[in-house]
């Protein structure tokens, strides 16, 4: 337990060097660098900590792990245990500030009001918890490094944001001086939610589009409002219906390179552990493939996902196109 409160205070003062920052993974016992705790994550969103874990866990471990959590981070009010077996994500404890622990009963495991606004910041943007949580919470904390790289290189520039989700890359494109980005996810109520998140910031809506597309089949459609200096692609890795990686990620890198003006980015992400940094090249294919995109390297890991191996953690890789 020692052991992840000091990985935990030594993550916050990192985190804390990049401006107003509370949401962030805390704990990454996923990346196997910590003995013991391999099954166990942790995550800060604002005053909502979620403790996930995918193997059971013992109601007087996660009583002892809040309590630490609480002592530590006075900002904190409500921790969560969520358990994910599989496709299946539960919220099974939660623990108040002022009330202690609490079963939550099953209907309250898919929904959860807030005391607070559920809101939290990165760099200084804010963001919103999603009401309805299922697996995930609104806020992937594993590209914070790729949401830097955007925040730093988008001035001036036109962005494609696939695989939107919430819009976070959106928010940073538009606080670094992107012109205009274009969003696309199949999911209109994500979008939605991505919609308030840029209202929070006070960001230029006109500067912003929101298309509910399935994406391959909607690439034409999306070229239309190219070409793109920047094109962000972050897929689902555990989605296999909607989009696979295997079989479609090279197409679709293929189709983005179309839309890319000259000296472009295409950058792609991928967080499937089962696919290495290697085979994850392979699948692209970028020097067999006449795109015209040369590779420029690997964004750095975020600082708090130790990994045991790199090969496995987040894949986010820099393409550029030539000048024709
Ligand atoms: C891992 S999340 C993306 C995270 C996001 N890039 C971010 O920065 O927070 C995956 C998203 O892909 C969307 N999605 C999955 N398959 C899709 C498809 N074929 N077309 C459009 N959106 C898709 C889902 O609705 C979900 O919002």
């Known amino acids: 337990m020692q052991e992840i409160i000091k990985e935990i205070e030594d993550n916050l003062v990192k985190y804390n060097q990049f401006g107003k920052s509370d949401v962030c993974r805390l704990f990454h016992g996923r990346g196997g660098c910590f003995e013991g705790y391999q099954h166990l994550n942790i995550d800060l969103f604002g005053e909502v900590v979620f403790v996930v874990a995918f193997v059971r ?59 607070g606004d559920g809101s939290f ?11 309805n949580i299922d697996q995930n919470f609104g806020f992937f904390t594993d590209t914070f490094m790729v949401r830097d790289y955007i925040l730093k290189n988008s001035d001036g520039k036109r962005i494609l944001n696939l695989f939107a989700y919430t819009c976070a890359f959106s928010i940073f494109a538009i606080a670094g001086g992107a012109t205009n980005v274009v969003n696309v996810d199949m999911n209109k109520n994500l979008l939605n939610h991505g919609k ?6 006070n960001q230029d809506l006109r500067k912003v589009s929101f298309l509910p597309y399935p994406i391959m089949r909607s690439i034409s459609r999306i070229r239309k409002y190219g070409p793109y200096d920047i094109i962000i692609c972050d897929p689902p890795s555990a989605q296999k219906s909607s989009f696979n990686i295997k079989k479609e990620y090279q197409k679709l890198f293929r189709s983005a390179a179309g839309m890319l ?24 294919d970028h020097s067999s493939c006449n795109t015209s995109l040369s590779y420029e390297g690997r964004i750095d890991q975020t600082f708090s996902y130790k990994e045991r191996d790199l090969e496995r953690g987040l ?10």
């Open 57 to 115: 866990v013992e109601q007087g471990f996660f009583e002892k792990l809040s309590k630490s959590i609480l002592d530590q981070l006075p900002v904190v009010n409500l921790v969560f245990l969520q358990t994910r077996f599989g496709e299946r994500a539960s919220l099974v404890y939660s623990y108040k500030r002022d009330l202690g622990l609490e079963l939550l009963n099953p209907d309250t495991r898919v929904s959860y009001n807030f005391s």
């Open 121 to 131: 910041y990165e760099q200084g943007l804010k963001f919103f918890l999603l009401k």
């Open 196 to 201: 308030q998140n840029h209202l929070a910031n």
């Open 261 to 284: 003006a000259d000296n472009g980015v295409f950058v792609a992400c991928c967080n499937a552990p089962s696919i290495t940094y290697s085979e994850f090249l392979e699948i692209l």
């Open 315 to 324: 894949k986010a890789l820099i393409f550029r196109k030539k000048q024709s």
